[in-house]
């Protein structure tokens, strides 16, 4: 069974920075591209990065450029996103999210979802 | 920002069929294949429909995905309580280099 558990949210205040971590297991997490995926309260899904099954490619979106990294560590099974420069707007639940493709592309789905970590930015 | 966009809500009564469209450009949706993913209340977005038009496992025949052009769609038929939901287009966006939703709908069953 494919799981995806997410860790490291928490309240932090505006300038500050988080790092959040998603656990994988149930499938060979080398073969796969991975995402974050934001939730703000309310509000629709916001894809935030991704990052192909080598960590070869790795893209962002613009409201994340700059302030957010993402890496992954295919010998622990594990998928990282580091905030810096946290904002008011970054408060959100984030998924962690496994694209069933090695790279991000044409046919790409975002085949398997975590429960998300809630992240509280203070202003 | 989204770049897809819906309407955001439907409603209809039990057994009745909703539609929900979803609007994009030639960079996603006129070039990619289109995913639809159901949120249930308090819960995280699954898989309904991909590459277009079809079903995961598990998901009945109630649910249909078609493409057109820029635009794609979602029918639900047989309209149930438990359908209540919001519902998310996506795609890959060959511009942006990015995945892509849409602004959601909210399902509501009368």
Not at chain 2, 1 to 13: E, F, I
Request: a neutral charge.
């Amino acid at each position: 069974e494919v799981q995806l558990v997410e860790s490291g949210g928490g309240l932090v205040k505006s300038g500050g920075s988080l790092r959040l971590s998603c656990a994988a297991s149930g499938f060979t997490f080398r073969s796969y591209s991975l995402n974050w995926v934001r939730q703000a309260p309310g509000k629709g899904l916001e894809w935030v990065s991704s990052i192909s099954s080598d960590g070869s490619y790795i893209y962002y979106a613009d409201s994340v450029k700059g302030r957010f990294t993402i890496s992954r560590d295919n010998a622990e099974n594990s998928l990282y996103l580091q905030m810096n420069s946290l904002r008011a707007e970054d408060t959100a639940v984030y998924y962690c999210v496994r694209d069933h493709l090695r790279r991000p592309g044409s046919l790409s789905l975002l085949d398997y979802w975590g429960q998300g970590t809630l992240v509280s930015v203070s202003s | 920002q989204s770049v897809l966009t819906q309407a955001p809500s439907a409603s209809g009564t039990p057994g009745q069929r909703v539609t929900i469209s979803c609007s994009g450009s030639s960079s996603n949706i006129g070039s990619n294949t289109v995913n639809w993913y159901q949120q249930l209340p308090g819960t995280a977005p699954k898989v309904l429909i991909y590459r277009n038009n079809e079903r995961p496992s598990g998901i009945p025949d109630r649910f249909s995905g078609s493409k057109s052009g820029t635009s794609a769609s979602l029918a639900i038929s047989g309209l149930q309580s438990g359908d209540e939901a919001d519902y998310y287009c996506a795609a890959w966006d060959d511009s942006l280099n990015a995945h892509v939703f849409g602004t959601g709908t909210q399902v509501t069953v009368l």
